[in-house]
């Protein structure tokens, strides 16, 4: 799981990093680039819950699958 957290953290990092310069060298103003910024926001939480829920309901299965190994999961 090590493995897993580290590749989060180099991956938000990459992501903060990317938009620092993507806002350094934005061409519109800074109420535009505020708005677009509040949609990635947005946008990202969405993206993150989904893959959160999706991860935990095949965890889940996974997990009623070994508690019950005579019995399958569709």
């Not at 806002?23 to 959160?52: F, H, M, Q």
């Not at 991860?55 to 019950?68: C, D, G, I, V, Y």
């Amino acid at each position: 799981m090590k493995w897993l957290s580290n590749f989060i953290i180099g991956m938000v990092s990459g992501a903060m990093v990317g938009a620092l310069i993507a806002l350094l060298l934005a061409p519109g103003t800074g109420e535009e680039t505020r708005t677009r910024i509040k949609d990635y926001g947005i946008n990202l939480n969405d993206e993150v819950r989904s893959a959160a829920q999706e991860k935990r309901t095949a965890l889940e299965q996974e997990l009623a699958r070994l508690r019950h190994p005579g019995t399958t999961q569709l």
